[in-house]
């Protein structure tokens, strides 16, 4: 139906930078919200960043002023920039989308990638 592939996940040092990017694909109507949430080891799946169909932006406390989530809605991509990264920020990245699709477009219903890995070494 609906398919989200992340990409830009790696192995960074820190105070390093990385771009992550998802982009849905597949029987879409329109995408309202999307965001990046992430879950390390042994830890439950937080928020990082959301970002409205409006360019409205949320952040997690943890990564304000160091973390930029975008978004292009003509390509249905999500984006999230990592500047300044610390070895806490290591952990899975998913993406996250509220998408109506072709199917039923009065449905908005949430999406989530595969994960790509971000691991920040010391």
């Known amino acids: 139906q609906v398919q989200l592939v992340e990409s830009g996940g790696g192995l960074v040092q820190s105070g390093g930078s990385l771009r992550l990017s998802c982009a849905a694909s597949g029987s879409i109507f329109f995408i309202n919200g999307m965001g990046w949430y992430r879950q390390a080891p042994g830890k439950e799946r937080d928020l990082v960043a959301t970002i409205s169909r409006g360019g409205a932006t949320n952040y997690a406390d943890s990564v304000k002023g160091r973390f930029t989530i975008s978004r292009d809605n003509a390509k249905n991509t999500v984006y999230l920039q990592m500047n300044s990264l610390k070895p806490e920020d290591t952990a899975v990245y998913y993406c996250?989308?509220?998408?109506?699709?072709?199917?039923?477009?009065?449905?908005?219903?949430?999406?989530w990638g595969q994960g790509t890995q971000v691991t920040v070494s010391s």
């Open positions: 996250n989308a509220y998408v109506a699709t072709t199917a039923q477009p009065r449905s908005v219903l949430p999406f």
